[in-house]
């Protein structure tokens, strides 16, 4: 359907848009109208990803806008977008011809999800496959190579190169399937490639990191310009990734690496000293000009860019004591058996980066200005003397990772050096932790260089809170909920089992074996009751596995079998992959299962249990983080002094988030249907509640609260009953759920009239 949202002509690929949908849009073109940045929340199974598409691509048409940079989380994301994008590309050719609606639009991931190279691609880890990249595609193994035959180098590379400017893609919308088949039949280098027509395309989709990380944005997304409308999709944890990007862990196993790192980069350093001193002369009179130079070099050789240094640094000459190599790496030994003695405490440690300076300083000799250029040194040292094998270098490269930022940062981190993990007291496992504690510092300049950026997912409540978390001004920022012709959401408060004792997760209640055995009996009595697919959330893998090992005792999860086959989510990626595909068919054959998960883990965050695979979500608990961890009250103390953001608000907002996450997986479009099941005491009162998001709050009735299993097992049985009766999809009048064009029309029609 075509329609008009404020003078702006809108290609939408489907008949009926939703009315959420209609003022989703609303919103977004007014926030993109005023160059701003905005927060949206919308329910899931909404369409909020073919919502954005459709306006934004509508917008580019009509607007001289930069390109769309779409980011998700996971590769699967990444993979449905561009399908929705395709289908709504050929609608706009079929509407306003294929001339008019070009398009450009490419997936880029990792060398491991793009590499089509038979030997390289087959490499277990992204980091092998990136070194693996790297012995055949560095320009000296390609000069090397002209002479010598046996170099082995790699044919799509080489071919990609020989074609130079002309190696270009046809318009059209690439998933990484499509890149990839399209690199074997021309031959070229798909990941490459991609990275090349990234500044033709007019959507690009790709991972957070890519625009969040310092080290990668630097290389992949320097040249976007600032009219680009930058998305972050299901960026409920966004301010996680934040953190994530900037913090380092160093452990013992990494001070040992990196001083291997160290010996042998001395010994290639030696061996080029005797056989070509004149290169490491002209790399010390590059630095003397300064880091910028590095931008020069072959596409190839461009590893990683520096974490954090703004462009005015990188143009400043690099610090006389490290620009000669075999200076650097004794300044990198000295900085290494630092940290070595500061790992052997048997204390908690806790500190900021300027004191952390000041005795690196007395002890060492080491100033703050030289460890700012620590990272790109190293990869300038490591380019200049051809070393190829960079997964080998990880540990060294994490040295310097935590030089630069604690030399460029002096607020919004903390260093905690433990000498053992709180939980295994007797076992020493010694660990410095460079933690950020400042979302705001890895996404500023995002905010900062494009003119809007959309913040949006179905679990942003409270959504005042994230503007004060990241630090930015939102011209819009809104909250949507969801409209529907029957109530097919049914969300209920449990806070005891039908002996009327109270049940929570709480720490001094979890193994109370009333609680345990209540917990038992509310899953026994629903997946008697409920059909095909139920999921339970668990606070953590410890209380997950110390319950399911009480209920076996108890010889309740026996009966439970007798209803439902259950499925387990391990920490081992491939035993969950295939727990959910059993589960899956369990479910398709109309036997039924149980799927047992974890809060925060990989399936709340990825996995959609729609239709018939999760009609009952049960949460067991709320998800508080580890209270204890020395990070997170380094971190709350930080909001608290720097955002005005209390202890207890975060971490409910938090928890709730992360509860609202995983319950939310059990519905996925508005003919679904399903239950939700908050099993704890705590949810029952308000300032835990109030955080739920509204589209779940609106069905939360008040009989729906402080319930027992008795009358929840009731509710769940009238709930399916009353789903199993015919109803009207679209609904009549002030209660439709689908609008056809003609009832956007009149709505057109009525705004004017009173305007």
């Known amino acids: 359907m075509k329609f008009k ?54 917008y580019q048409l009509a607007n001289p806008v930069g390109k769309l940079v779409y980011c998700t989380r996971t590769v699967h994301e990444m993979e449905k977008v561009l399908d929705e ?50 012995k055949l595609t560095a320009s000296w193994v390609r000069i090397a190579a002209v002479d010598n035959p046996n170099i082995q180098t790699c044919d799509f590379f080489e071919n990609y190169e020989k074609k130079g ?24 280098c798909p990941y490459f490639l991609a990275r090349h027509m990234i500044q033709f395309a007019n959507v690009v989709v790709y991972n957070y990191q890519y625009l969040l990380d310092p080290k990668v944005s630097g290389i992949i997304s320097r040249e976007m310009e600032k009219e680009c409308i930058v998305v972050f999709d299901e960026a409920h944890n966004i301010d996680n990734v934040c953190i994530e990007a900037l913090s380092v862990n160093i452990r013992q196993q990494t001070l040992e690496g990196a001083t291997r790192n160290l010996g042998k980069i001395s010994q290639v350093i030696e061996k080029f000293k005797a056989t070509d001193a004149n290169r490491l002369r002209e790399e010390y009179n590059r630095l003397v000009e300064g880091l910028a130079q590095r931008g020069n070099l072959p ?62 300083n007395k002890e060492c000799s080491i100033d703050q200005k030289a460890l700012k250029f620590c990272y790109d040194r190293l990869q300038s ?43 295994m007291p007797n076992i020493p496992d010694p660990v410095l932790q460079l933690s950020c504690l400042d979302a705001s510092l890895a996404i500023r300049p995002v905010f900062e260089r494009f003119q809007s950026v959309v913040i949006t997912s179905g679990t942003l409540s409270p959504i005042d809170l994230y503007p004060r978390l990241l630090n930015f001004n939102p011209v ?49 009595e629903m997946v008697a009751a409920v059909p095909d697919g139920v999921v339970c ?66 399936v709340a965050e990825g996995i959609d249990f729609d239709r018939h695979y999760g009609r009952l979500v049960i949460m067991y608990g709320i998800p508080f983080q580890y209270t204890l961890s020395r990070i997170l009250r380094a971190r709350l103390e930080y909001l608290r002094e720097t955002f005005q953001i209390k202890e207890g608000d975060f971490l409910t907002f938090d928890a709730v988030r992360q509860a ?43 009989a729906h609260l402080n319930l027992s299993t008795d009358m929840s097992l009731h509710i769940a049985r009238e709930f399916l009953r009353k789903m199993a009766q015919p109803y009207d999809k679209k609904g009549q009048g002030t209660n439709a759920t689908l609008l056809s064009q003609a009832d956007l029309e009149r709505m057109e029609q009525m705004e004017n009239m009173q305007a």
């Open 85 to 134: 994008l395709r289908r709504l590309h050929a609608y706009q050719e079929k509407e306003i011809g294929k001339e008019a609606a070009k398009i450009l639009a490419l997936g880029l991931s990792s060398r491991k999800n793009m590499c089509v190279h038979p030997d390289i691609s087959g490499e277990g880890s992204r980091e092998s496959v990136d070194a693996g990249c790297r």
């Open 660 to 702: 609202a996450q995983c319950v939310g997986r059990v519905i996925r479009s508005k003919a679904d249907y399903g239950m939700m099941i908050f099993a704890d005491k705590r949810y029952n009162r308000h300032d835990k509640r109030s955080k739920l998001p509204g589209w779940i709050q609106t069905h939360l009735r008040d």
């Open 537 to 602: 959330f668990f606070v953590s893998y410890s209380y997950m596995d110390g319950i399911i090992n009480s209920w076996n005792e108890m010889g309740i999860l026996q009966e439970v079998m007798q209803h439902k086959l259950v499925f387990i989510e391990t920490q081992d990626v491939v035993e969950t992959t295939l727990a959910l595909d059993n589960y899956r068919r369990a479910c398709d054959c109309g036997r039924g299962a149980v799927f047992f998960s974890v809060a925060r883990g990989k």
């Open 5 to 58: 949202i404020e003078g702006l002509t809108v290609y939408f690929p489907y008949e009926f848009i939703y009315p959420e949908q209609y003022q989703y849009m609303l919103e977004l073109k007014r926030a993109l109208d005023a160059n701003g940045h905005c927060l949206l929340e919308m329910p899931t199974g909404t369409g909020k990803t073919i919502t954005l598409l459709s306006l934004i691509t509508s």
């Open 165 to 188: 400017a002309d190696a270009l893609l046809p318009p059209g919308v690439y998933t990484l399937h499509d890149m990839r088949s399209f690199g074997r039949e021309k031959g070229w």
């Open 381 to 423: 040292l490591l380019t200049t003397l051809e070393i190829t094998d960079t997964d080998e270098f990880l540990h060294i490269q994490a040295i310097c990772d935590f030089a630069t930022l604690v030399g460029t940062y002096q607020r919004g981190f903390a260093i905690i050096i433990e000498p053992y993990d709180d939980r």
């Open 476 to 524: 819009i920022f809104k909250s949507f909920t969801m409209t529907l012709t029957r109530d097919c959401l049914c969300p209920m408060i449990l806070t005891r089992g039908s002996d009327q004792l109270p049940v929570s997760t709480k720490f001094d209640m979890r193994s109370d074996p009333g609680v345990v055995r209540n917990y038992g009996r509310l899953l026994l």
């Open 299 to 360: 596409v190839a050789d461009n590893w990683l860019a520096n974490p954090v240094l703004p462009d005015d640094i990188l143009r400043e000459a690099v610090p006389g004591n490290i620009r000669r190599a075999e200076h650097f790496v004794a300044f990198l030994k000295r900085l290494v058996q630092y940290i070595k003695g500061r790992l052997l405490t048997e204390v908690v440690e806790s500190e900021g980066p300027l004191s952390f300076l000041n005795s690196l």
